[in-house]
């Protein structure tokens, strides 16, 4: 049998103000993940059933409620979005491709292939080429055509 969860009197009436003051969907999820276990003795288990959640959902709305650096009024600032795995911030992005706007001004357009190369060396790591379209197309550039030779079909059509 799993271990009763405990609950502070302060938690209880913040997640009643949360219910009652709600404006998302998430705000009142978050509320009543606290409340349901704490006033009926339902299991983890119940209380994603009848929120319909999954258990380990509850136990993050839970622990959301709980983290001290948020105030549990906040509910909209958890979610998904937003630049996660970015490479360079936007402003570092934008003085990068400066260089390469400079640097077209005076010697013609790059390829893609030299902007990939150094965007690669600026990170340390292997990127996808495709990032760097986007990142270009991010910042106002227009598509870059790239100067490779045409693959082989392999069907001796081309020899």
């Keep these: ?69 948020q105030a549990p009024m906040l509910g909209d600032q958890d979610r998904r979005g937003g630049r996660r795995r970015e490479l360079l911030s936007l402003q570092d992005e934008a003085r990068f491709v400066q260089d390469f706007i400079d640097q077209a001004k005076q010697q013609g357009a790059p390829t893609v292939a030299l902007i990939h190369a150094a965007l690669q060396e600026r990170v340390g790591k292997r990127v996808p080429r495709s990032t760097v379209h986007r990142m270009l197309g991010r910042h106002g550039w227009p598509k870059i055509t790239e100067n490779v030779e045409p693959k082989s079909t392999g069907y001796g059509a081309d020899k």
């Design 1 to 69: 049998m799993a271990r009763p969860a405990h609950y502070q009197d302060e938690e209880l009436a913040w997640a009643k103000l949360l219910i009652e003051t709600a404006t998302t969907v998430q705000q009142l999820r978050r509320g009543q993940a606290m409340l349901l276990p704490a006033l009926t003795g339902a299991s983890m288990d119940t209380t994603a059933t009848l929120l319909g959640l999954g258990r380990n959902q509850v136990c993050v709305l839970r622990r959301q409620f709980r983290a001290p650096d």
